[in-house]
């Protein structure tokens, strides 16, 4: 079965980064879109960034532009959200989404913001 599997969350101190990784399983990686989501607990999930399968396009939320990159390696069957310049206000559970025509969610991975 399909499985995306996130890792790199943690504890950052505002300014910082991190790296978040997606391994992806089970589904032909190089024909899905990919996208970073997060979620705050009470709000919406919120779509971060995503990145087209070959990887040509890109694209990114108005308050993580400039600050966050969406990559992926076909090669690897997995996809990065580099996270610079971290803020309070970026702490959420982040979760890999890929997209086709359906949709597959990871469990998320935990980041959070806080000196």
């Known amino acids: 079965q399909v499985q995306l599997v996130e890792s790199g969350g943690g504890l950052v101190q505002p300014g910082g980064s991190l790296r978040l990784s997606c391994a992806a399983s089970?589904?032909?990686?190089?024909?899905?879109?990919m996208n970073w989501y997060r979620q705050i607990p009470g709000k919406e999930r919120e779509l971060v960034a995503a990145?087209?399968?070959?990887?040509?396009?890109?694209s990114y939320a108005d308050s993580v532009k400039g600050r966050f990159t969406i990559s992926r390696d076909n090669a690897k069957n997995t996809v990065y959200l580099q996270m610079n310049i971290l803020k309070p206000e970026d702490t959420a559970v982040y979760l890999c989404?890929?997209?086709?025509?359906?949709?597959?969610w990871g469990q998320g991975t935990q980041v959070t913001v806080s000196s």
């Open positions: 989404n890929a997209r086709r025509v359906n949709d597959y």
């Open positions: 089970g589904l032909t990686f190089s024909r899905y879109a």
């Open positions: 990145i087209t399968s070959a990887g040509g396009i890109t």
